[in-house]
């Protein structure tokens, strides 16, 4: 029973920054992969980052060049640092933990980028 947490999130200018964490109560190593995901009002939930096992990662391609996702291994917490923000970024941002038997997600922080 993994519980994820996620913090960070808050309101931004367009072009600014924030970076985004997601403490688990769990081993984050033994998962087959993290991510991020996010939901904008009207939206589905959609992919934004994910880092595997292996450390490989992969992006959506409307946040790739922009965003970064890592991960310390020690304080059990994934990262997503967002740069050069824009307004259709605004969304709530969810964690998620993949293992080879379960998936879990947080309940999500909100990220508003306006002017």
């Known amino acids: 029973q993994v519980q994820l947490v996620e913090s960070g999130g808050g309101l931004v200018q367009p072009g600014g920054s924030l970076r985004l964490s997601c403490a688990a109560s769990?081993?984050?190593?033994?998962?087959?992969?993290m991510g991020w995901y996010r939901q904008a009002p009207g939206k589905q939930r959609e992919l934004v980052a994910i880092?595997?096992?292996?450390?490989?990662?992969n992006y959506a391609d409307s946040v790739k060049g922009r965003f970064t996702i890592s991960r310390d291994n020690a304080k059990n917490t994934i990262f997503l640092q967002m740069n050069s923000l824009k307004a259709e970024d605004t969304a709530v941002y969810y964690c998620?933990?993949?293992?080879?038997?379960?998936?879990?997600w947080g309940q999500g922080t909100q990220v508003t980028v306006s002017s």
């Open positions: 998620n933990a993949l293992f080879y038997t379960a998936a879990y």
């Open positions: 769990g081993t984050i190593a033994s998962a087959y992969a």
């Open positions: 880092i595997t096992k292996s450390g490989s990662t």
